[in-house]
């Protein structure tokens, strides 16, 4: 099961015609669905052969979420930059992995989506060496290795590399490692072309993304579709300041009377009904759902929203137009630069709420817009269609490392009580569920780092106490010697690596979370383990 490492070999690659149904796919696989295209795009096609943004999995009706997508900003060389997109096509991203040459060849292989599911891979464990089988297209050209040659990177897709040689070989019975019960897989850069959405200049980044989603009866699950962002810094250079954002246009049924905010607490965003009927018919009527994004690698940091070209309001509350304007809604601030300011939280449905736009700075900074933990809400007057942000934590991130950023959709309907504010409290109910469940079942960013089978106490080694407060102890097997002990956080920053002292690790100044520590092995074997600081 590869997921990472050194290889300076090119993967099997199929000469299969990729059809222009690969451009975009669709996970239905529970009670929504929602689509995914090439180059990054979330839930628009803008070839126009399907429309779908996150709905319930029924034929027509309307949506949860319109569109959303990723944000990215970092520093190099005193320069800020950002890279980001909103609507499909408006993006500085484009399909495929950081690499040399982008001729046809390329084209071919990576301006595509992946789309593999639970069952697939089971037959072809099966069946692969039956004769007369057909290998899914799909599992036949998972882009498992890149064309070092290209200057591409040589591990891409995550798959079980059963004879560990760093190599995807499908026909040797080799698949994909995908997370749920059907993934959609894709990969992105922005550095293949102009940055149409930001006007800057690239941060430097190839992202590879897996969108999933479980076959189960479980409500907060079949209600929940995952997406796993890993970035890696392929600038050339350190990304100080990196910081990852996430957009969205909610346009939650009729967008006309939608309502946003967010649960700092819970880390999430979310958007509702501002009533209890959501009418017309682009509505969901009586007793309408809410929608939200829940940060789940991450803490949200902050949250921002934004008026659309129907809503009137000052200036510096409008769309972004270009780089500056991007990077301060990344920051909290508005366009013009002031900051976004706690104004008279007033509680739910009422106009004494402000709107957060305060460029005297008469009301405190806050890094959270309409935080129902400090009982601010939007104003009635405000309600419609609005554009949200949120962002996570800013981190360093040296050349070719990595950061995951793994988030969650999620809707909830109460139809049992005529409260407006009914489905928003069954909603956080289930973000709580789901946050839970993603602690219990996450493997962490270094999944994509090292084998699931090693990701387990190896009979080599073993770390105590678990938990801990100030120091961890590592006591060796008797047959293999440790060379490396390495210490990162859930989605992947390195925090320590040592070399000699492994026997204790200082962890005091760690804040209170799970940590993965992976010791490596003389001979080349490695075992990862959670730790958790108190």
Same mark, same amino acid.
């Given at each position: ?72 900003? !970092? ?21 495929? =992995?950081?690499?040399?040459? #982008? ?6 292989? #990576? ?48 798959? $079980? ?9 499908? #026909?040797?019975? $080799? ?53 796993? #962002?890993?970035?890696?810094? %392929? ?43 959501? $009418? ?11 929608? !939200? ?20 309001? =000052? ?45 005297? !700075? ?16 939007? =104003? ?32 909830? %309907? ?61 006591? $060796? ?58």
């Amino acid at each position: 099961f590869w997921l990472g490492g050194e290889v300076a070999y090119t993967n099997y690659v199929s000469k299969t015609h990729i059809s222009s149904a690969e451009s975009y796919g669709t996970l239905a696989v529970n009670g929504i669905k929602a689509g995914f295209y090439k180059g990054g795009d979330l839930f628009l096609n803008p070839e126009g052969e399907e429309f779908s943004d996150i709905r319930p999995n029924v034929p027509g009706g309307p949506g949860y979420i319109y569109t959303s997508n990723l944000w990215v900003k !970092g520093s190099s060389g005193g320069n800020e930059k950002v890279s980001a997109a909103t609507y499909a096509l408006l993006r500085d991203f484009n399909s495929g =992995p950081v690499s040399g040459l #982008y001729d046809s060849d390329y084209i071919h292989r #990576y301006d595509r989506v992946w789309k593999v599911n639970k069952a697939q891979i089971a037959d072809f464990k099966a069946n692969y060496n039956t004769p007369g089988y057909s290998i899914p297209e799909a599992i036949l050209n998972w882009p498992g290795n890149g064309d070092v040659l290209k200057g591409e990177a040589p591990v891409l897709a995550p798959f $079980e590399d059963l004879n560990n040689n760093g190599i995807y070989e499908p #026909y040797m019975g $080799e698949y994909p490692y995908i997370k749920g019960d059907e993934a959609i897989y894709f990969i992105i850069n922005d550095t293949r072309g102009l940055s149409l959405q930001t006007e800057s200049v690239p941060v430097g980044v190839e992202i590879h993304c897996m969108a999933y989603a479980f076959d189960t009866t479980d409500e907060a699950l079949a209600n929940t579709i995952f997406l796993g #962002y890993r970035i890696f810094n %392929r600038s050339g250079t350190t990304l100080t300041n990196f910081k990852t954002g996430f957009w969205s246009d909610f346009d939650l049924g009729a967008p006309w009377d939608d309502r946003v905010g967010c649960d700092s607490r819970l880390n999430l965003m979310y958007s509702y009904n501002g009533d209890s009927n959501d $009418e017309g018919p682009l509505g969901f009527g009586a007793f309408p759902p809410a929608s !939200g994004i829940l940060f789940l690698s991450d803490s949200l940091r902050g949250t921002l929203n934004y008026l659309s070209y129907s809503l009137n309001g =000052p200036d510096a509350m409008h769309a972004p137009e270009n780089a500056a304007n991007f990077i301060n809604y990344m920051d909290q601030k508005w366009l013009d630069g002031s900051l976004l300011r706690l104004e008279n939280p007033s509680g739910p449905s009422n106009n004494r709420n402000g709107d957060g736009y305060d460029p005297m !700075g008469s009301y405190p900074a806050t890094n959270f817009h309409f935080n129902d933990k400090d009982q601010w809400f939007q =104003p009635v007057y405000l309600e419609g269609d609005m554009r949200s942000l949120g962002v996570g934590s800013e981190v360093t991130l040296q050349d070719n490392e990595s950061y995951c950023f793994e988030i969650a959709f999620l809707q909830a %309907r109460d139809q049992s009580s005529p409260d407006f504010m009914a489905s928003l409290n069954l909603l956080k109910s289930r973000a709580a569920d789901l946050r839970s469940f993603y602690a219990a079942n996450n493997e962490g960013c270094l999944e994509n780092v090292v084998s699931l089978r090693e990701e387990t106490k190896s009979p080599q080694a073993f770390i105590y106490p678990n938990p801990a407060r100030t120091r961890l102890f590592i006591r $060796e097997g008797e047959e293999l010697a440790i060379q490396t002990v390495r210490m990162f956080t859930m989605n992947g920053v390195k925090l320590k690596d040592i070399t000699r002292e492994w026997y204790s690790i200082d962890i005091a100044e760690l804040p209170t979370g799970v940590y993965l520590v992976q010791l490596q092995f003389e001979d080349g074997t490695t075992s990862v383990q959670k730790i958790m600081k108190e």
